[in-house]
């Protein structure tokens, strides 16, 4: 079936540091695939979303390339800022209207 | 435009009590979807709501029901309450075009606590 993996964390990075999060995934089809992320006590917010194979998503400075050859949609951060400290999940769309995501990889970033 | 919005906020009841948990979808929207975010379970699919049918249901026991109003919000009953019920409940909209559907948008959830 259709599945969803992304590295463990937490991750823990220093102000500016470059910030990477991978999202692999199985899928039968053409899903689309999304990066949300949730803040402290809140739901959960879309980050950026890609449709098709080699689209990339773009959104406050994260990008993630929708890639069919090695099943992965890794998302990317050139600085990141104490604010970017969440949980960010990686999902795919199904044929039966539900999200499939991955477990979740924890970010801080400390001053 | 306003968002997914969802009451209450936070809900406390006691074991073998009923919760009704609401959600009102972005204007235009016709699916509505309930997940469960239990601590330690991630995201978990609960129900799938379209023009007022229930499309698809996680695997989660029949106490979990709801339904979907003519203006396309939607209510979520959890009957015979368990400690385990215990946790945030999200719910999203979106268009339902094409063969998978379009992108869901999130409210803020509803913190349930079973005592």
């Known amino acids: 079936g259709n599945s969803v993996t992304q590295m463990e964390g937490p991750v823990t990075l220093s102000e500016e540091a470059f910030l990477t999060i991978n999202c692999t995934y199985t899928?039968?089809?053409?899903?689309?695939l999304f990066w949300y992320v949730q803040y402290p006590g809140e739901g959960l917010q879309l980050l950026l979303k890609?449709?098709?194979?080699?689209d990339k998503g773009s959104n406050k400075g994260f990008e993630a390339t929708y890639r069919k050859e090695t099943t992965s949609f890794h998302l990317e951060k050139g600085s990141v800022q104490v604010s970017d400290s969440a949980v960010y999940f990686c999902?795919?769309?199904?044929?039966?209207?539900?999200?499939?995501f991955g477990q979740g990889t924890e970010l801080s970033v400390k001053p | 435009e306003a968002g997914v919005t969802q009451s209450p906020t936070h809900l406390i009841k006691t074991r073998g009590q009923q919760a009704t948990l609401r959600c009102s979808p972005i204007?235009?929207?016709?699916?509505v979807y309930w997940y469960q975010q239990a601590l330690g379970l991630g995201l978990q699919f609960l129900l799938w709501?379209?023009?007022?049918?229930?499309?698809n249901r996680g695997n989660f026991p029949p106490r979990f029901s709801g339904r979907q109003f003519p203006n396309y919000s939607s209510e979520l009953n959890v009957n015979a309450l368990e400690l385990e019920d215990s946790a945030l409940y999200l719910c999203?909209?979106?268009?339902?075009?094409?063969?998978?559907?379009?992108?869901?948008?999130f409210g803020p959830g509803t913190r349930l606590t079973v005592l």
């Open positions: 899928a039968t089809g053409y899903p689309s």
């Open positions: 890609a449709t098709k194979a080699d």
């Open positions: 999902a795919l769309s199904s044929l039966e209207g539900k999200l499939i």
């Open positions: 204007s235009g929207h016709t699916s």
């Open positions: 999203a909209s979106s268009l339902a075009t094409g063969v998978y559907t379009d992108t869901q948008y």
């Open positions: 709501y379209d023009e007022g049918e229930e499309r």
